[in-house]
């Protein structure tokens, strides 16, 4: 945004208010990523038992599965 320069306060709410518009699709997309966010991560509910070490990463590397 540019910066402007007034000499009296009069002058100064003569000028147009500068706004963004962003369109309709770019606010939807940032109402999405917003809900995303704010969104639950999905967990599994339980507890998990593995015989060995390989196996648990092996788990956790491929995430809950809903």
């Given amino acids: 945004m540019p910066v402007q320069k007034f000499r009296s306060i009069d002058e100064m709410n003569r000028a147009p208010v ?25 967990h599994l509910r339980g507890v998990f038992k593995f015989r060995t070490l390989e196996e648990a ?3 956790r590397l491929a995430g809950p599965k809903p």
């Fill in 57 to 59: 990463q092996a788990a």
């Fill in 18 to 42: 500068a706004r963004l518009h962003p369109t309709p699709f770019e606010a939807f997309l940032r109402h999405c990523a917003r809900y995303r966010a704010l969104a639950r991560k999905a």
